[in-house]
């Protein structure tokens, strides 16, 4: 077991360098000048323009860049936005607890209707419940974030006025979000539950255990369920990531002050230490969910560990 973590530990600490990478690479070769970003070039002389470059380190060397940047990060300094020289990382740590409520509602619906409905739909196939479910799943994997956050603000906050259509404080603002991006997730959840429970339930053991007498809902819901999980859970794990890149979309959409609205601020103001500062969170996030997910392979299957 501890090997198990170890080994996932050392892959996922790899992840995050080679995500750090790649972000800083991306933006560094990125057309346009940070510097015309943060100022009025017409209030200022080329010799000040090329001064502030020089101070900002932009003149130096690629790997020179990196590394200043590298080692800031290991002790805690992300710099300082471009724009109005605020701290990066107190500035997303403002803003991401309202990101982290956002995603872990948006998981959470997506959970209880995806395994709900794609459990229903594999039990009682090829009945009512079973075309809703893949009517859900169709739906859900279509419609675009942005378009179903619009819907939901056009019926329950313009029409019936039941929930407020922008902010995030208090736990009513989350309401209509977390729907619009768990919806989403919901759809790719009932299909692969659907899909992997009809395959668990024609496996030889499930014949076995209802010819010994074993009552349905124990077969289906202790048996079988159990077997169909490990797909489920893995789904929602990459779903996770997918969550934290809608958020873009979504905190835009309803105005709410989360990591994903200052990235999207940040890309339009060329605001780069801003936009390395939340990728590299984002990418931690993304990697820990994995890692969390890997682990609980080993508690929900032991031939898992048996095979480690």
Known sequence: MSRIITERLVVSLLVI???LILVFCILYVLPGDPVLSMIDPSSMTPEA????RHQLGLNEPFYVQFGHYFVSILHGDFGKSLLNSEPVLPKISKHLPATLALTFASTLISTIIG???GVLSAIHR???IDVLARI?????ISMPTFWSGILLILIFSVSLGWFPAMG???FITLVLPSLALGFVGAGFIVRMVRNSMLEVINEHFIVTLRAKGLPERLVMYRHALRNALIPAVTIIGIHIGDLMAGTVVIETVFSRQGIGRIL???IMSKDLPVVQGVVFFSAIIYVFVNLLVDISYVFIDPRVRRTQ
């Open 126 to 128: 090829n009945r009512w």
């Open 168 to 170: 995030s404080k208090g």
């Open 115 to 117: 395994v709900g409905l």
């Open 136 to 140: 859900v799943g169709l739906f859900g």
């Open 264 to 266: 999207a601020d940040a």
């Open 17 to 19: 360098l080679g995500s």
């Open 49 to 52: 323009i090329a001064n502030l």
